[in-house]
């Protein structure tokens, strides 16, 4: 079965921090871009970051430039959204995604989601 599957959300204060992780099953993320996506209640889902396939130059939201980091481990099929000073208006559902572009179409698969809650 072909899935993601984050973890590492919970309830922080402001100022702290959390590391959330994205675990592929029943495929490698080495050839996918991999972004990672949150969605407060009421609001529409937006992209924080992403890194690409190749370990191109990772891109951040501009809410979260300088407090959060993403990267990846090909050996352990996961990726990491490093999350530090953190602010209450962080509070949502994290979610990841996999893309990957081939001839013809493309290929996408999501996470379930964490929930990540920052009180102030």
């Known amino acids: 079965q072909l899935q993601l599957v984050e973890s590492g959300g919970g309830s922080v204060q402001s100022g702290g921090s959390l590391r959330l992780s994205c675990v592929a099953s029943?495929?490698?993320?080495?050839?996918?871009?991999i972004g990672w996506f949150r969605q407060a209640p009421g609001k529409e889902r937006e992209g924080v970051s992403c890194?690409?396939?190749?370990?191109?130059?990772?891109y951040y939201a501009d809410s979260v430039k300088g407090r959060f980091t993403i990267s990846r481990d090909n050996a352990k099929n996961t990726v990491y959204l490093q999350m530090n000073t953190l602010k209450p208006e962080d509070t949502a559902v994290y979610y990841c995604r996999a893309h990957r572009a081939v001839a013809g179409g493309e290929y996408n698969y999501w996470g379930q989601g964490t929930q990540v809650t920052v009180s102030s």
């Open positions: 029943g495929f490698t993320l080495d050839l996918y871009a």
């Open positions: 890194i690409g396939s190749l370990d191109e130059t990772p």
